[in-house]
């Protein structure tokens, strides 16, 4: 019986999740031309993971959408490390949310929390991308 219920219940999030993580793929892939992009995003390690966590810091969302937009951003040849930070900012930080967290935590918290985050996000990307080179 519970087996059954959660097999319902994820039935029910996926058919609930697939729209938008269709209107996600479209839009990375139709609506922004490629050639914006590459001009956003120059190759440099510093500059690169700096954007991406901005961008990733300002769109906040929940992590499984996240994934989908990351692999459509390194399919259209985004760097590993802006997506990288973009991913865990995306999740991380929360811009959007922030009224909400300072109303609900303080404010400064949220504040810090968020800086602390946004920090975090960005020398883990360049530790993960300098790993991956130092294994590979």
Same mark, same amino acid.
């Given at each position: ?12 999030? #996926? ?35 700096? #954007?991406?966590? %901005?961008?990733?810091? #300002? %769109? ?20 590993? +490390?802006?997506? *990288? ?25 949220? #504040?810090?929390?968020? +800086? ?9 990307? +360049?530790?993960?991308?300098? *790993? ?5």
């Amino acid at each position: 019986m519970k087996f059954k219920n959660a097999l319902n219940q994820t039935y029910n999030n #996926i058919k609930q999740s697939m729209p938008i993580l269709l209107g996600v793929i479209l839009l990375i892939t139709t609506a922004i031309p490629t050639e914006y992009y590459k001009k956003i995003f120059s190759g440099n390690f510093i500059f690169d993971s700096l #954007i991406g966590a %901005a961008i990733g810091s #300002i %769109a906040a969302g929940n992590p499984i959408t996240s994934y989908v937009i990351g692999g459509e951003l390194l399919a259209e040849g985004i760097s590993l +490390i802006a997506v *990288t930070a973009f991913i865990l900012t995306w999740v991380t930080v929360g811009m959007v949310q922030l009224p909400a967290e300072i109303l609900m935590l303080g404010k400064r918290f949220a #504040i810090t929390r968020n +800086i602390l985050a946004f920090i975090s996000a960005i020398i883990i990307a +360049i530790l993960t991308v300098l *790993t991956l080179r130092f294994l590979t």
